[in-house]
């Protein structure tokens, strides 16, 4: 008797893990060894009160390697977290680009990368393009040029590589495809496909477009890292779609059509009610002279969920003129939030607080201002319920943010 509760005590033995937001705020939550990504986001998105509409996701974030990755939904937390570093952590955002592929595979599969495998000897028609990624008996690839560092240098080699099933491969002999000129790079099975968050300079990429492969199983020094770079965005993010695809499968559909099929950590949670201070974290309306803070709580969630419509939108225009993807900053993001009365440049933060207090102390008011400790990020100050907070926003986020605030203003 004694041993069976042993086992069931190990059986149902919990994990501490620590989740962070994008403003730097963790959360300490204990989770059991079954417990998923997707699990974990909507624990959080109900203690967070946030809107559900399943674009949320699970970072795995490695700060001294410049690495990071969105967590599959089905994917275990508890030994992703076994095989990072003390400095590596989680972060708790939103990623509307995750499915995306499912939508609109025409814009993530250029039509000149994609082949069969030459033991089929055919093309692959694109209406039946993820067909034959989840079909585990068909034999789609992904093939093209790819700048790879060299281990333990710093240049690169532009190599002809071939993404399939069995692994990544690269040509020894020019673009040729035959088998005795092929060599295994990595195995899919034993590795994950990472966005590099440092800029070109820091490993001499000779372009913008990096990503890098990962062994998944234990932790991984610099020189185990596979650092591949591509020649525009639109190629980088079919190699590591492709890679996603090629590796999960079919589970990455279920993941898409069946969001909810796992609540058996959160089953006994209630439809999240926002609290009154958060009430008062809503968008204003600059359609009149002054602004106007949105009241109903309808319209609010409307008006968040038109957030991941307007990316959608801002997506299909932006592969329609051949600009960057949206899944990092564009240069017009970068500087339109300049015209706007709601932006003040580099003041400091004494004088936002300044300026919102001016205005009457009304719920709701915000202005953005440029970071000053990261030149790449900016700072929203926000004044619910009777005082001031400043709220750091990446990149990503103030793409968002600005999409939200131009929807409003078109109303």
């Not at 690169?156 to 000129?181: C, I, V």
């Not at 890679?243 to 279920?254: A, H, P, S, T, V």
Request: glycine fraction near 4%; charge should be positive; aromatic fraction near 10%.
């Amino acid at each position: 008797m004694l041993m069976s509760a042993g086992l069931h005590l190990n059986m149902i033995r919990v994990h501490i893990i620590k989740v962070f937001s994008e403003d730097g705020v963790g959360k300490v939550v204990e989770v059991p060894a079954n417990m998923t990504a997707r699990d974990v986001c909507q624990f959080l998105v109900y203690k967070n009160h946030c809107l559900d509409d399943n674009c949320w996701s699970l970072v795995e974030h490695h700060s001294l390697l410049g690495l990071e990755r969105c967590l599959e939904d089905h994917e275990l937390v508890v030994p992703v977290q076994a095989c990072m570093s003390p400095e590596s952590k989680f972060l708790f955002r939103k990623n509307y680009a995750k499915y995306e592929f499912f939508r609109n595979p025409l814009n993530f599969f250029p039509e000149q990368m994609v082949a069969w495998c030459q033991e089929t000897n055919g093309s692959i028609p694109q209406s039946q393009l993820l067909q034959n990624f989840l079909n585990s008996s068909s034999c789609p690839e992904i093939q093209g040029f790819l700048y790879m560092k060299e281990t333990g240098r710093k240049s690169w080699k532009k190599l002809y590589m071939f993404l399939r099933r069995s692994g990544l491969y690269y040509s020894t002999k020019g673009m040729s495809k035959e088998p005795r000129h092929l060599q295994l790079l990595l195995d899919l099975e034993e590795s994950n496909v990472f966005t590099v968050t440092t800029g070109r300079k820091m490993h001499n990429a000779p372009t913008d477009y990096q990503f890098c492969i990962k062994p998944s199983k234990g932790r991984t020094e610099q020189k185990e890292l596979k650092m591949l770079c591509a020649e525009d965005e639109q190629s980088r993010t079919c190699w590591m779609t492709a890679f996603r695809l090629l590796k999960f499968g079919i589970l990455l559909y279920q993941n898409y059509k069946s969001p909810h099929q796992r609540k058996t950590a959160i089953s006994n949670f209630t439809t999240p009610v926002r609290s009154v201070s958060e009430n008062s974290l809503v968008a204003m309306d600059f359609s009149g002279r002054t602004g106007r803070v949105i009241d109903n709580p309808v319209e609010a969630q409307s008006a968040a969920m038109e957030e991941g419509h307007t990316w959608r939108k801002r997506s299909q225009r932006m592969n329609v003129l051949g600009s960057p993807s949206p899944l990092h900053p564009s240069p017009l993001s970068s500087v339109i939030h300049r015209t706007q009365l709601w932006f003040h440049g580099r003041i400091m933060r004494e004088e936002s607080h300044r300026m919102i207090t001016q205005q009457g102390q009304v719920d709701g008011l915000f202005l953005l201002r440029d970071s000053q400790s990261n030149p790449k990020a900016f700072v929203l100050t926000l004044f619910p319920n009777k005082h001031s907070i400043h709220t750091a926003l990446l990149a990503v986020q103030t793409a968002i943010f600005f999409c939200f605030c131009f929807f409003l203003l078109s109303c």
